[in-house]
């Protein structure tokens, strides 16, 4: 039997285990990647859409820039009962919802992953796993069924929502299926939409169309009547019937290279940390498509871990274990908070019945007319809302999103593409050196291209708040 050795195994290479695959490797750690698909990146996928704190952590990676090149940015989401959320207010250098399939993702990060040296392993599945207190082992087959064990400092299950990773650990996945037969669709139209994201709902039916960009639509579709298994057969006619219902029109959609039918559940590891085994992304937490946060959420706990993981391994964390739970105790919540909200977004869009109408336009009318609950709104969406607590004796902004400042180095985001934490001072200043997971060699200096800014900033590799003080003395 063969026996390897990595630093960290990461089990799935989805979005989120190749993000985190990447950080390590580029943090000049061993990473081996095993996925049980044979290589390609398959062009089938359910996300389509990046909101702007993942563009932010895509930007801290250098490549922001091209993945918008492939899409459509939209400034403007629409949702059930005419409700529009204005994303150009965002505070943010990606003020909107960028259109672009994952698989677009994928490729960016496959690419990143791989010129930062991972090793990826194909057609290669855990069977086991068995951990201590130095080290993991996982029992894995390789191609052809061949038997292989390799041993690992650390593993992180990146593979959905049917996680090998987390049954071997024997984690429950609590959770309900909110809504079945979903129909999706990949098609072309004869008739192009007005909106960049069509979406709305009629009677029993709701649907949404979202442009490739390439000639290519994703078509979403559900109707209350027909609620069948998985397994069932659909056809484009059945897509076509629904969409026609919910919108008013199927736009003449033909030539559709791609049918599926699918269920959706609210579930959520109730530990995202088991000694030296992570969970991240759908492995971790699964939810309803509404609001377009699932590929997005697991790319931010990927973002969350990896600067942890490789402070710990490269001998940088003051307290390692509190480092590392500070993962689950960051992102748990943000899991959670995810549930409740696409959640709350399909169930007003299954509204039924006039109580739950009522409902439904109660809601839609306070998200129009009350400025910070719309704002919060988009902010929850967007991922730019989202922070984490302060931390023992901590206190704001610790914890906070910190935006693109302007530096005289630059942008705070390409500074952040070093993967170190950037210390932000006034000109001249000499600040005490705050406790950090950072070792003192390895952080970025930068300063405030506004000489009038006496804040002193500790920006973890995350683009958050790790510590906060003033040099002059005043809270």
């Known amino acids: 039997m063969n026996r390897l050795d990595t630093d960290v195994l990461v089990v799935g290479a989805g979005p989120t285990g190749m993000l985190l695959a990447g950080d390590l490797a580029a943090a000049g750690l061993r990473v081996t990647l095993a996925e049980r698909r044979a290589p390609g990146i398959s062009n089938l996928t359910r996300a389509f859409g990046v909101h702007a704190r993942t563009l932010e952590q895509l930007d801290a990676r250098g490549l922001a820039d091209e993945l918008v090149a492939t899409g459509t940015p939209l400034t403007r989401m629409r949702l059930f009962g005419g409700l529009s959320l204005d994303l150009a207010r965002l505070p943010s250098r990606f003020a909107h919802l960028l259109i672009t399939p994952q698989y ?21 599945e855990l069977t086991a796993l068995h951990q201590d207190s130095d080290t993991v082992t996982a029992g894995l087959t390789a191609p052809g069924g061949t038997p292989l064990t390799l041993r690992a400092r650390y593993l992180v299950g990146t593979d959905g929502v049917h996680s090998a990773v987390r049954n071997a650990l024997g984690l429950p996945f609590p959770g309900v299926s909110v809504i079945r037969s979903i129909v999706l669709a990949d098609v072309r139209l004869t008739e192009e939409p007005r909106g960049v994201l069509t979406v709305a ?27 069948v298994p998985d397994s069932e057969p659909v056809d484009l006619d059945e897509v076509r019937e629904i ?99 696409s959640g709350a977004i399909v169930r007003l869009a299954m509204a039924h019945g ?9 809601a839609t009318r306070a998200l129009d007319s009350v400025r910070p609950a719309s704002d919060r709104a988009i902010g929850m969406i967007s991922g730019l809302g989202i922070a984490y607590p302060p931390g023992p004796g901590g206190r704001r902004p610790v914890g906070r999103r910190v935006p693109d400042l302007a530096l005289c180095e630059g942008r705070l985001y390409a500074l952040l593409r070093r993967g170190e934490f950037v210390l932000v001072a006034p ?49």
């Open 354 to 362: 006039p109580f739950q109408r009522a409902v439904r336009a109660f």
């Open 243 to 341: 969409t026609r219902c919910a919108l008013g029109s199927d736009y003449g959609m033909h030539d559709a290279r791609w049918i599926s039918r699918f269920h959706s559940d609210e579930r959520q590891a109730p530990a995202y940390r088991s000694g030296r085994v992570f969970l991240a992304g759908d492995a971790a937490h699964v939810h309803s498509p509404a609001g377009g946060q699932g590929m997005n959420t697991g790319l931010q706990d990927a973002a969350n871990l990896s600067w942890k993981l490789a402070a710990v391994l490269r001998g940088d964390a003051s307290d390692p274990e509190e480092l590392l739970d500070s993962y689950h105790s960051e992102r748990h919540p943000v899991g959670a908070m995810v549930l409740r909200s």
């Open 427 to 475: 000109e001249g200043a000499t600040p005490p050196m705050p406790a950090s997971p950072a070792s003192a060699a390895r952080l970025v200096r930068a300063t405030w291209a506004d000489p009038a800014r006496r804040t002193v900033l500790l920006v973890r590799p995350d683009g958050y708040v790790g510590w906060a003080g003033r040099t002059d003395g005043r809270d």
């Open 104 to 124: 677009e993702v994928e490729r960016l990060l496959e690419r990143r992953a791989r010129s930062t040296g991972v090793e990826f392993r194909h057609e290669t």
């Open 201 to 227: 709902g009629a009677g029993d039916a709701f649907a949404f169309l979202a442009p490739y960009g390439d000639g290519w639509y994703r078509v979403m579709g559900w109707n209350r009547t027909r609620q």
